[in-house]
Nanobody
Framework: QIQLVESGGGMVQAGGSLRLSCAAS????????MGWFRQAPGKEREFKAA????????YYADSVLGRFTISRDGAKNTVYLQMNSLKPEDTAVYYC???????????????????WGPGTQVTVSS
């Protein structure tokens, strides 16, 4: 079992920044990759960024490339999502997720992930 808890959400004006954290506990040695997704009201959960445990390589959705940065702190079992130049359309609940094995469906697919956090709300005002 791995438990995930997100933090760092809140309200910010357009153009501002936030840093989300995802703290993992439990059998944290098992994770293969971690991802960040978001879900706006009435919409499906969509992928934003992922990072591999082995070499720290990263993968981003086109909509956040250049604005969001995912990183990890192995000693703290924490993954971060630095979000800059935020837009009102970035408003959503943000979730972190953990994949234990090779992502058969790709890291951009929710089916590749085994554990999810409860989410943290991000609201960007215009």
């Amino acid at each position: 079992q791995i438990q995930l808890v997100e933090s760092g959400g809140g309200m910010v004006q357009a153009g501002g920044s936030l840093r989300l954290s995802c703290a993992a506990s439990g059998r944290t040695s098992r994770w293969y990759a971690m991802g960040w997704f978001r879900q706006a009201p009435g919409k499906e959960r969509e992928f934003k960024a992922a990072i591999y445990k082995s070499d720290g390589s990263t993968y981003y959705a086109d909509s956040v490339l250049g604005r969001f940065t995912i990183s990890r702190d192995g000693a703290k079992n924490t993954v971060y999502l630095q979000m800059n130049s935020l837009k009102p359309e970035d408003t959503a609940v943000y979730y972190c997720a953990c994949a234990l094995t090779f992502a058969e469906y790709g890291l951009g697919d929710v089916r590749s992930y085994d554990y999810w956090g409860p989410g943290t709300q991000v609201t960007v005002s215009s």
